[in-house]
């Protein structure tokens, strides 16, 4: 496979759109939004159709896959389950994940390729075998890379991170999946979704001042909150998009996974052309203008946006404000005028105790570039910043590009430190001992804040806004300081005021391009891909039982989380990332971050064999071992934020055979039915506080399981007494297959067998 996308592979993509859209104008006139045109142009010919948003399967052909490092361990196990000599679309692997943040940028990544040999090797030799891009420790966050080289307009993508949809400023459809999805596309089969709504956001006026890109996504937090976004697509329109660079698009379409969004999207337009030229991309962007209807909403739909979007949300540019939300998710939202009451009524800890930007979100060369002009404005006045300042470029473009300008020599000069080209702090792999257990103030550019996200600790009270916004504070070191109307004092008592910073979105001697750092693709079946049986850090996989109808009688509880339980709280990162490839080391990190609703604790409960309280996994192991099955209660929007499909595969390997909860977020349900683990919702909210520590479950009828009917579920209770509740899932024909087969990987194994 070429190492990226030629013209005549651009052309095929579009000459496909274009005879599937006008086979759809032929069987419905309707108006096609910009995300419509793309799903119908990435379906199988003999498969278009009008589907019902919400309701029906879609099966698409997507044009690429992107893997990290951590996530795609996992996915290169399951796709050497399939038997196959090569993958059949491009796909890359991007060395992100596993730099951890300890002191600097060389150094960290020196100490990155020596801790963590082995899994690089396996990666690359993976890659070597079986025809897949590679790109080394250093290279850059995957976003980031994927928005510079692969990312084109009008195309569709899924990729094994939630933040996939970054790829949507470029015009593409970019959706994050779990690693079973990547591994059936690598392997050649079409891609199952559930058909997604579709949010307008209407964008008028335009940015100014200290506004920015990340301020249109953190106030459409406040208004959607992290799950109103599921299950759709968000398609931002009108006059107000032109105003935004192609990467500040990037920044909105990312975040959009914070709202739960299958994905975000913007049109075409002049601002994307300017980035595939200064991308070395000018033949990309020459057949899209040849394309461009392909690329927008029809007329139509800007002018009656509320006849073909399920919900539409104004938003004036003009009128907007920084914002800043957090700590603790990223739906609690205020703008920066009400920050200082906020910080003054909850008690939130106002000294800043490290200030960090950057990010697949924030590194782009106009972020950078206006920080630079709000540092060079500091140190012009000489002062420096009051807590440290950690800077994560989002690439070796960004990286190098910046210093040959002058943009990490202004940040430095007020203090900042540099990071390596990776994940680092917004992932947890954040060395950083000296905040545990202890209650401190953050603030990053970063796009995820849940508990204990950055750092590891809960007691990290961590806040976003954007990276302009993050150095004006980390310059005061106060969270409550607003500079649009606060003055900065200098060492002699002497105050200024800073000013609106201005940048250009892309540098004028264009960016400097890595060199030595991409493997490309060239599939070589010879090279011997090993695991040692004594390896730490990686175990082959077994496959997993298919269906026992017996195992869903008696079921015991392991836990009833309540509250927010992301698959951060379901399965850790930080020091739990080197055992991502290791399905059972892996699962000793089960529900560490889950709040036991029983006992009001993080992390344990009580085994009801021995009546001792244990980590959850110790009591997963002690009911597996006993041949117990369990379940999992959860509450609203359960296994919301990242795609790990850890968070899916470890309870699995651990006994687990359902999970009941309020509602799920979209990837992790999937994940959860593709493991072979029983997705079910009550259909009476308020039968969650029916179930008790020690009652047991029985879940009835699954011989005549099938699409639309709902379960029925019997609850024991201790005294003997019981009582019914009704269960409702969202299966289909296809997805009732991997239940009965154990997971979709047996499904797929027996497909190409």
């Known amino acids: 496979m070429s190492q990226y996308f030629d013209s005549e592979q651009i052309k095929a993509v579009y000459e496909k759109m274009s005879t599937n859209i006008e086979k759809l104008r032929s ?63 491009p796909t890359t692997v991007h060395c992100d994940h596993l730099i951890q943040a300890r002191n600097s940028a060389s150094a960290d990544t020196k100490a990155s390729l020596y801790e963590n040999n082995e899994i690089y090797q396996f990666l690359e030799s993976s890659c070597r075998k079986y025809g897949i891009g590679f790109w080394k420790p250093g290279a850059g966050i995957i976003h980031q890379v994927l928005l510079e080289n692969y990312a084109f307009p009008g195309g569709l993508m899924i990729g094994t991170d939630s933040h996939t949809p970054n790829a949507g400023g470029l015009g593409m459809l970019a959706i994050g999946v779990g690693g079973i999805d990547a591994s059936e596309v690598m392997a050649g089969f079409d891609w199952e979704i559930l ?92 057949i899209a203008e040849q394309y461009s209807s392909l690329f927008c909403a029809d007329s139509d739909i800007e002018k009656n946006p509320e006849k073909y979007f399920d919900k539409v949300i104004e938003i004036n540019l003009s009128d907007l404000e920084p914002y800043v939300v957090g700590p603790h998710t990223p739906d609690l939202a205020r703008p920066i005028s009400q920050l200082a009451q906020d910080v003054s009524e909850n008690d939130y800890i106002d000294n800043i105790a490290v200030a960090l930007i950057g990010s697949c979100t924030n590194s782009s060369y106009e972020d950078m570039s206006r920080v630079s002009d709000v540092a ?51 992932i947890g792999q954040w060395n950083r001992p000296e905040a545990q257990d202890t209650k401190n103030t953050i603030i990053t550019s970063f796009n995820r804040n849940f508990p204990g996200r950055n750092d590891g600790s809960r007691e990290t009270m961590n806040f976003i806004a954007s990276p302009e916004i993050v150095v004006a504070l980390a310059l005061s070191g106060k969270l409550s300081f607003n500079p649009l109307k606060d003055f900065l004092t200098d060492d002699n008592g002497n105050k200024f005021k800073l000013n609106p910073p201005k940048a250009i979105d892309i540098p004028e001697n264009g960016f400097i391009s890595p060199e030595n750092l991409f493997i490309p693709p060239n599939s070589n079946p010879e090279i011997d891909v090993t695991v040692s049986a004594e390896s730490k850090r990686l175990q082959l996989l077994e496959p997993f039982p298919s269906l026992n109808i017996d195992n869903y009688s008696n079921i015991a509880i392991l836990a009833k989380v309540t509250g927010k339980c992301t698959t951060d709280h379901i399965s850790p990162a930080g020091y739990w990332l080197r055992y991502r490839g290791h399905i059972d080391n892996i699962s000793n990190n089960l529900l560490l971050g889950a709040s036991n609703s029983f006992t009001d604790e993080i992390g344990t409960g009580i085994n009801n064999l021995t009546k001792d309280v244990d980590k959850f996994a110790e009591i997963a192991r ?98 003997n007494s019981s009582e019914e509740i009704i269960l409702s899932h969202s299966y289909n024909t296809s997805q009732l297959e991997w239940f009965k087969q154990g997971s979709a990987l047996n499904v797929l194994r027996s497909r190409i067998s």
């Not at 142009?41 to 997507?62: A, Q, T, W």
């Not at 683990?677 to 005549?704: C, G, H, P, V």
Request: glycine share 8%; proline share 3%; charged share 20%.
């Open 376 to 426: 060079k404005q500091a140190q012009t006045n000489g002062i420096i910043s009051k807590t440290p300042l950690l800077v994560t470029p989002g690439s070796e473009q960004i990286r190098a590009t910046i210093q040959r300008d002058g943009q990490l020599a202004n940040l430095e000069s007020i203090g900042a430190t540099v990071l390596a080209n990776a994940c680092g702090p917004c």
């Open 27 to 89: 069987i419905d006139s309707s108006p096609l939004t910009l995300s419509d045109k793309i799903i119908t142009g990435h379906m199988s010919y003999d498969s278009i159709k009008r589907y019902v948003s919400g309701k029906d399967y879609i099966f698409l052909n997507p044009d690429r896959v992107a893997l990290q490092d951590v996530t795609g361990q996992m996915v290169i196990l399951q796709f050497m389950q399939s038997g196959l000599k090569d993958v059949s679309l």
């Open 195 to 286: 058909s997604p709504k579709r949010i307008g956001v209407h964008l008028t006026g335009e940015l100014s001042g200290w506004c920015s890109a990340k301020d249109i996504i953190l106030y459409l937090t406040s208004i959607l909150t992290v799950s109103g976004g599921t299950n759709s697509i968000i398609e931002y329109f009108g006059p107000g998009t032109k105003s935004i660079s192609c990467t500040g698009k990037a920044t909105i379409t990312n975040m959009g996974a914070e709202l739960g969004a299958t994905s975000s999207i913007f049109p075409f337009d002049e601002s994307m052309i300017k980035y595939l030229k200064i991308t070395n991309r000018k033949h990309l962007s020459d």
């Open 622 to 719: 002690s009911y597996k071992s006993n041949n117990i099955s369990w379940l999992i209660i959860g509450d609203h929007n359960y296994g919301e934020g990242s795609s790990r499909e850890h968070a899916a595969m470890t309870p699995r390997h651990l006994g687990c055979v359902a999970v009941i909860a309020k509602s799920f977020a979209r990837i992790h349900e999937t994940n959860l039915k593709k493991q072979g683990i029983l997705a079910l919702t009550f259909t009476n909210e308020n039968d969650y506080d029916k179930i008790k520590q020690s009652d047991q479950i029985t879940i009835n009828d699954l011989d005549s399981f099938s699409e639309n009917k709902n379960l029925v579920a019997l609850i024991t209770h201790p005294d």
